[in-house]
C-alpha cells in the first residue's frame, strides 16, 4: 500500500503548503516558532489544510516532546498525568488537543493554571473557529491563528510531484478533478489518488467511481464553476427561471457540491431580495440545512425547488445597500456618541410602550440617512408600516 498522506506529510516549515499567511518569510508566526518564542496556540481551519501537521512541524522544530490527543475523548487524569512526568523536566512538552471546540469547560480550567506557569505549549486545532466555545480565560492566555484550503495552484504543484516520484500514470483531466472535487483538503486529495492506483492508469472515469461529487464547494480552478454559478446568480437576479435551472443543473452535473450551492443561494435571497420577499430568506435556510443531511441525488429536489422561488420572487437589494452604507460612514469614522436617554439604566429613556407603541425620541446625536427603500412587494408594506408609526399626523 502506498500510505500517500501518511508519506508525503511535511516535516518541515518549508515543505507545509498554502499557509503563506503563517508561514511566509515574513510572517509573524514562523518568527514566533523560529525564535522559540510561541504562546500557547488555538488553529483552526478546514480538513486537511495542515493543522495536525504544522502542530508536529512546531514540535519538531522546537525538540519538544509531543502528545496527540482529541478533546473527544480527553481524560482530565491523562492531562494531569503529562504534566506530572515534566514537572522537572528542562523541556516542557507540547501537548496538541484537537477537535478544540469539545473541550468541557472542567477540562479547560484544569488546563488553566499550567498554560499560566508554562508547563507544557498547548496547541489546539479545530474545523470550526473555536473563539467562543473556549473560556475567556483560555483566550486571554492564547493566540487564535486560521489557516486556509490550500488553493488549486499549491495543490496541483505538490500533487504533480507526488505521482512524478511515486510512477503513478494520471492523465491532466483526471488530476484538475482531484485538485477541485478535494476542496482544498490535500489529505483527501492523497487518498483518492491513492483509491484510485489500484486501477492502474488514474482517468476521470475511475476517479468517479469512487468519488462522483466534489466534496467541498468554490475551489476549482477551471473558471467555468464560478462561471456557472454567477451565471445561475445572475440569471435568478434576472428572474429567469429556466436559465437558472439550466445553470443550477450544470453545476450539479459538474460535481458541485449541494452546500455549496445552498449557500450562494441564501445570500442571494438578502442580497437581491431582502424584505421585498422574507421568506426567501427563510427557504434558503431551510434548503441549506436540508442538503446538509441528505445531499444528493435528493438534494436536486430541494435546490431546484429554491431555485424557482426566488427566481419568481420580487427583487430589491433595499438591505444589502443600507448596511453597506453603515459600515462605510463607520470605517470612515463616524462614531458619534450614544446619547445619554438611551444608555443603560437611563432615566430619562422614553419606553415606547407606555405611549401606544410609538413616542417621539432622538436616538442618534446627528441624523443619518442609510435605508432607501425601493417599495418594491412586501417592502412597500413594511415602509407603509413604518410610516404609519413614525408619522404624528397618523397618530
Same mark, same amino acid.
Given at each position: 500500500?502506498?500510505?500517500?498522506?501518511?508519506?508525503?506529510? !511535511?516535516?518541515?516549515?518549508?515543505?507545509?503548503?498554502?499557509?503563506?499567511?503563517?508561514?511566509?518569510?515574513?510572517?509573524?508566526?514562523?518568527?514566533?516558532?523560529?525564535?522559540?518564542?510561541?504562546?500557547?496556540?488555538?488553529?483552526?481551519?478546514? #480538513?486537511?489544510?495542515?493543522?495536525?501537521?504544522?502542530?508536529? %512541524?512546531?514540535?519538531?522544530?522546537?525538540?519538544?516532546?509531543?502528545?496527540?490527543?482529541?478533546?473527544?475523548? $480527553?481524560?482530565?487524569?491523562?492531562?494531569?498525568?503529562?504534566?506530572?512526568?515534566? &514537572?522537572?523536566?528542562?523541556?516542557? =512538552?507540547?501537548?496538541?488537543?484537537?477537535?478544540?471546540?469539545?473541550?468541557?469547560?472542567?477540562?479547560?480550567?484544569? $488546563?488553566? !493554571?499550567?498554560?499560566?506557569?508554562?508547563?507544557?505549549?498547548?496547541?489546539?486545532?479545530?474545523?470550526?473557529? =473555536?473563539?467562543?466555545?473556549?473560556?475567556?480565560?483560555?483566550?486571554?492566555?492564547?493566540?487564535?491563528?486560521?489557516?486556509?484550503? %490550500?488553493? #488549486?495552484?499549491?495543490?496541483?504543484?505538490?500533487?504533480?510531484?507526488?505521482?512524478?516520484?511515486?510512477?503513478?500514470?494520471?492523465?491532466?483531466?483526471?488530476?484538475?478533478?482531484?485538485?477541485?472535487?478535494?476542496?482544498?483538503?490535500?489529505?483527501?486529495?492523497?487518498?483518492?489518488?491513492?483509491?484510485?492506483?489500484?486501477?492502474?492508469?488514474?482517468?476521470?472515469?475511475?476517479?468517479? *467511481?469512487?468519488?462522483?461529487?466534489?466534496?467541498?464547494?468554490?475551489?476549482?480552478?477551471?473558471?467555468?464553476?464560478?462561471?456557472?454559478?454567477? &451565471?445561475?446568480?445572475?440569471?435568478?437576479?434576472?428572474?429567469?427561471?429556466?436559465?437558472?435551472?439550466?445553470?443550477?443543473?450544470?453545476?450539479?452535473?459538474?460535481?458541485? =457540491? &449541494?452546500?455549496?450551492?445552498?449557500?450562494?443561494?441564501?445570500?442571494?435571497?438578502?442580497?437581491?431580495?431582502?424584505?421585498?420577499?422574507?421568506?426567501?430568506?427563510?427557504?434558503?435556510?431551510?434548503?441549506?440545512?436540508? %442538503?446538509?443531511?441528505?445531499?444528493?441525488?435528493?438534494?436536486?429536489?430541494?435546490?431546484? *425547488?429554491?431555485?424557482?422561488? $426566488?427566481?419568481?420572487?420580487?427583487?430589491?437589494?433595499? &438591505?444589502?445597500?443600507?448596511?453597506?452604507?453603515?459600515?462605510?460612514?463607520?470605517?470612515?469614522?463616524?462614531?458619534?456618541?450614544? !446619547?445619554?436617554?438611551?444608555?443603560?439604566?437611563?432615566?430619562?429613556?422614553?419606553? #415606547?410602550?407606555?405611549?401606544?407603541?410609538?413616542?417621539? *425620541?432622538?436616538?442618534?446625536?446627528?441624523?443619518?440617512?442609510?435605508? *432607501?427603500?425601493?417599495?418594491?412587494?412586501?417592502?412597500?408594506?413594511?415602509?407603509?408600516?413604518?410610516?404609519?408609526? %413614525?408619522? =404624528?399626523?397618523?397618530?
Amino acid at each position: 500500500m502506498l500510505k500517500l498522506a501518511l508519506n508525503y506529510r !511535511p516535516k518541515t516549515l518549508d515543505a507545509i503548503i498554502g499557509q503563506e499567511h503563517l508561514l511566509g518569510k515574513d510572517a509573524i508566526l514562523r518568527k514566533m516558532i523560529e525564535k522559540d518564542a510561541l504562546p500557547h496556540l488555538f488553529l483552526y481551519g478546514p #480538513p486537511g489544510c495542515g493543522k495536525t501537521t504544522l502542530a508536529r %512541524v512546531i514540535a519538531s522544530a522546537l525538540e519538544r516532546p509531543f502528545y496527540e490527543l482529541n478533546a473527544t475523548t $480527553l481524560k482530565i487524569e491523562e492531562l494531569r498525568t503529562i504534566f506530572k512526568n515534566y &514537572a522537572h523536566a528542562l523541556q516542557k =512538552p507540547l501537548i496538541f488537543i484537537d477537535e478544540v471546540h469539545r473541550l468541557s469547560k472542567n477540562q479547560q480550567e484544569v $488546563l488553566l !493554571p499550567f498554560m499560566e506557569t508554562q508547563a507544557a505549549l498547548i496547541i489546539g486545532a479545530s474545523t470550526e473557529n =473555536p473563539y467562543y466555545s473556549l473560556t475567556a480565560a483560555m483566550r486571554s492566555r492564547s493566540h487564535l491563528f486560521e489557516l486556509n484550503a %490550500v488553493d #488549486p495552484a499549491s495543490m496541483k504543484n505538490y500533487l504533480r510531484a507526488v505521482v512524478r516520484k511515486e510512477g503513478i500514470t494520471i492523465d491532466e483531466e483526471a488530476l484538475e478533478y482531484t485538485v477541485f472535487s478535494s476542496g482544498g483538503d490535500l489529505r483527501a486529495a492523497l487518498n483518492l489518488l491513492e483509491s484510485a492506483h489500484i486501477a492502474g492508469e488514474i482517468t476521470l472515469p475511475v476517479l468517479k *467511481q469512487i468519488r462522483p461529487h466534489a466534496m467541498q464547494g468554490g475551489s476549482s480552478e477551471s473558471e467555468s464553476h464560478y462561471e456557472l454559478t454567477s &451565471a445561475m446568480i445572475k440569471s435568478i437576479r434576472g428572474s429567469d427561471i429556466d436559465a437558472a435551472l439550466y445553470y443550477l443543473a450544470r453545476l450539479i452535473e459538474g460535481g458541485e =457540491p &449541494a452546500e455549496f450551492i445552498a449557500r450562494r443561494l441564501a445570500i442571494l435571497a438578502s442580497e437581491d431580495i431582502g424584505n421585498a420577499n422574507p421568506n426567501a430568506l427563510n427557504l434558503a435556510s431551510s434548503t441549506l440545512n436540508i %442538503v446538509k443531511h441528505i445531499g444528493y441525488p435528493e438534494a436536486r429536489i430541494s435546490l431546484g *425547488q429554491l431555485v424557482i422561488y $426566488l427566481a419568481s420572487s420580487p427583487k430589491s437589494n433595499s &438591505a444589502y445597500e443600507a448596511i453597506n452604507r453603515a459600515l462605510k460612514a463607520v470605517k470612515e469614522g463616524d462614531t458619534d456618541p450614544i !446619547p445619554d436617554h438611551i444608555k443603560t439604566h437611563a432615566k430619562s429613556y422614553l419606553y #415606547p410602550h407606555s405611549y401606544g407603541g410609538w413616542v417621539a *425620541q432622538e436616538y442618534l446625536i446627528r441624523p443619518k440617512s442609510f435605508y *432607501q427603500t425601493q417599495k418594491i412587494g412586501f417592502e412597500k408594506n413594511l415602509y407603509e408600516w413604518h410610516e404609519k408609526i %413614525v408619522t =404624528p399626523s397618523a397618530k
